[in-house]
Every structure is written in structure tokens, then in C-alpha cells.
């Protein structure tokens, strides 16, 4: 953190998590402060396993100390990729279950057009059981405001579901005239299938007929009687004291790093910022080793020339979360991890929220590791929130 944030704290840094719902300009983050009010918690767990049951029966037992869950789903063995069935939608009943929010750490980077598709089609289709994601922008600004067109556009068809009607006969024009949907939503496709069988004429001469087997996926309102529930009763338990997240998706912009060696300087890290504050209805705030919010390019890169300069104004506006790795305590009685030997420097919950002024500490091995790890998460829940009290009350 720079001096004058030392000297002169940002105002996000002394108001509580709820004080910080009024000033909020992203419907998710807004939810996010409030579900870590009511369950008292700043903690997100890196949920690093390698099977998908492994990820699911840990999120079953760690959910309730939780706030996030951060997942790497590209790294799972056995990952069901069912829309409707599958892990994300599993991951996605326990979320409503035990109120924690999906981070699919998925470390997006590319040109705009291949980050959409990689966002909200493929297999993962990751927009949909992902409330968070997060995003590498060395490919430029521009592919936060596409992976933002792409997830308004998800969310404008999210009231709807898919249903299905089969035809015979001969497709017209109108049946493919949704190019730009079928680009955008898997499940717009129209798939035409050929079937071809062979018959004698009246005189004897054999001719193909073709007929043409049109399957045709259209929108149908969610609350239709007609469509069939998917999931147990037992998928639909919502967390008491709070309502169910917004449907709205969010982004994390990854700002800086905590392994060593990280080349991201501050060049990078103020582009970042740039980048945040422009798109504000979309980006929640950074993956971050320190807090940003009123950050100045002085601060962070002073002979770095970029052509623009941000106002006192909008500096003071900032209210993004922000989320930082490489947490983890010490067992009872001794000193504090320094790293893994694989360039992973580690922090206490104290010195990242408390000292450096971050709002939500990611834990991963310093739980999942841990002989017990539902217990092992509350202790770093306890570590974490009396840290983010300490903070409140020291710039009081």
C-alpha cells in the first residue's frame, strides 16, 4: 500500500461491509457484503482438489464458514459438464444451500470475440453456475467490456428455458434466421439431421427420398407448467437470512499476484484500475495484493505515461472488493509459513486485511490439508473477521 493511502485511508477502508452496500455499483457485490455481514465471514476457500466428488463433498462440509468458493474447474477429474445435472449446477445447489458465492478462477485472456464464447459457451458454459470470474488483461481493456456484452446477454435470456420441438419436412428460411444467437447461446442451435431411405418407383427404378428432421430449442417462460424440474427438492434449500444471489455475473480483474517472480508491475496494475473503474456495472473489483480503491498512477507507476489521468473524484468513488491468495496460518504455537518452495509467498489473515487492507482472504492447502477441515475453515473465518475488525477499529 502506498504511503499517502497509509497516511490518508480510503474511506472503503474504515466503513463496514454493510456501510458499504450504499455506495455499491454492482448488484452482486452489493449481495456479497451483505451475506458476509450476516455470516460473519471474509473468507474464500481455493477449492484445489482433483476429482469433482472430492470438490463437491468439501464445499458440502466447508460451505457454511464460507463466503466464496474459488474453483479451478479445468483441473477436476470427473467434471460433469451437464448443464442442468452436472458439477456446476451441483456446486451451484450448494452455493444456495450454505450462502457462498462461485469464483471460477479462470483467468481469462484473449481477443474479445474468443473470450465470449469461452465465457458462456464450450463445455463449461461457465457463466452459468459461476457468479464470479476473473480475468488477465494483458490482451487489452477491451475484452472486459466484451466478456460484459456477453454475460448482459446470458442474463437478459435467464428467465427463460429451453424447449424443445421436433418437425418433419423441408426447413424455410426463417427456421436459421438467429445467426447471431446461435454464436452467442448453445442452445439456440438448430441441428438438422438427414435421413435417407431408398424405394421403387412404380416402374421399377429405385429413388432416394430425403426427408429432414428439424430439432428446434426455443425460449419458454421459467414459471411454465410444462417444463420438469431437474434437480431434488434437497437442491432448492436456500441459506436462512438472506434472500438467493442475483442472477447478475461478475468479474475480477487479477491486478497483481503473489507468487514470486510475478511480472505484473505497476504499468500493468494501473491499466487494471483504468479498466475497472470503466466498467463498472460488470467488474466487482481485483485479485489484488493490496487495496486499489483511490489508487493514482503516482502511486503505483509515477514515470509510466499512459495519456490519461483519473480525477480526485472518480479515485474516491472506488468501492470494489477486493480478494487476495496466498493466506495461511500457522499451527497453534508456531511461526508463520514463509512460502511452499514452488514461489507461493503466504500471509496471516491479519497482515492482508488488517495491514494491507484487502476484504476477502483466500485460503486453499492451509484448510484442505487440514486433518479437519470444517474446523480448520471456522479458525481462519474467526483469524479473517477479527482481522477485518481490527482494521475498523485501528482507522477509527
Not at 457484503?33 to 476457500?45: A, D, G, I, P, T
Not at 451441483?90 to 474479445?112: M, Q, S, T, W, Y
Not at 477491451?142 to 421436433?166: D, F, G, L, N
Amino acid at each position: 500500500m502506498s504511503t499517502s493511502q497509509e497516511t490518508q485511508p480510503h474511506w472503503s477502508l474504515k466503513q463496514s461491509f454493510a456501510e458499504r452496500v450504499e455506495s455499491s455499483t454492482h448488484p452482486l457485490t452489493s449481495y456479497l457484503f451483505r451475506l458476509m455481514e450476516v455470516k460473519q465471514s471474509n473468507l474464500c476457500l481455493s477449492a484445489d482438489v482433483e476429482h469433482a466428488r472430492d470438490l463437491l463433498a468439501l464445499a458440502d462440509k466447508v460451505g457454511p464458514s464460507i463466503v466464496v468458493l474459488k474453483t479451478h474447474y479445468d483441473l477436476i477429474t470427473g467434471w460433469d459438464y451437464h448443464p442442468h445435472t452436472g458439477t456446476g449446477a451441483k456446486l451451484a445447489a450448494l452455493a444456495r444451500k450454505h450462502g457462498f458465492l462461485i469464483f471460477e478462477d479462470r483467468k481469462f485472456v484473449d481477443i474479445g470475440s474468443t473470450v465470449q464464447k469461452q465465457y458462456t459457451a464450450g463445455t463449461a458454459r461457465i457463466v452459468e453456475w459461476a457468479h464470479i470470474t476473473n480475468a488477465d488483461i494483458h490482451a487489452g481493456e477491451a475484452m472486459v467490456s466484451a466478456m460484459a456484452q456477453a454475460a448482459q446477454k446470458w442474463r437478459e435470456r435467464v428467465p427463460y428455458e429451453v424447449k424443445t420441438s421436433v418437425s418433419v419436412g423441408t426447413p424455410v428460411a426463417d427456421q436459421f434466421a438467429d445467426e447471431e444467437a446461435e454464436d452467442q447461446v448453445e442452445e439456440l442451435r438448430k441441428v438438422v439431421t438427414r435421413e435417407t431411405s431408398t424405394t421403387k418407383d412404380t416402374d421399377g427404378r429405385k429413388s432416394s427420398i430425403v426427408s429432414i428432421t428439424t430439432v428446434t430449442q426455443t425460449y419458454e417462460p421459467a414459471d411454465s407448467p410444462r417444463l420438469v424440474k431437474t434437480i431434488s427438492e434437497d437442491d432448492e434449500i436456500v441459506f436462512p437470512g438472506i434472500e438467493e444471489a442475483p442472477l447478475d455475473r461478475g468479474l475480477l480483474i487479477l491486478a497483481q499476484m503473489s507468487s514470486k517472480g510475478c511480472l505484473m508491475d505497476g504499468k500493468y496494475t494501473w491499466e487494471c484500475v483504468k479498466a475497472a473503474r470503466k466498467n463498472k456495472g460488470f467488474v466487482m473489483g481485483y485479485v489484488a495484493q493490496q487495496n486499489l480503491n483511490g489508487i493514482t498512477k503516482e502511486a503505483l507507476a509515477p514515470s509510466y505515461e499512459d495519456g490519461e489521468s483519473t480525477t480526485e473524484q472518480e479515485a474516491q468513488a472506488d468501492n470494489f472488493i477486493h480478494m487476495t491468495p496466498g493466506c495461511k496460518l500457522p499451527p497453534p504455537g508456531e511461526e508463520a509459513p514463509q512460502g511452499d518452495g514452488l514461489g507461493q509467498q503466504y500471509n496471516t489473515p491479519d497482515n492482508l486485511v488488517n495491514i494491507k487492507g484487502t476484504d476477502i482472504a483466500i485460503v486453499g492447502r492451509g484448510i484442505i490439508t487440514a486433518a479437519d477441515p470444517p474446523a480448520e475453515a471456522e479458525r481462519y473465518r474467526r483469524k479473517a473477521w477479527k482481522a477485518y475488525q481490527d482494521r475498523r477499529e485501528r482507522l477509527a
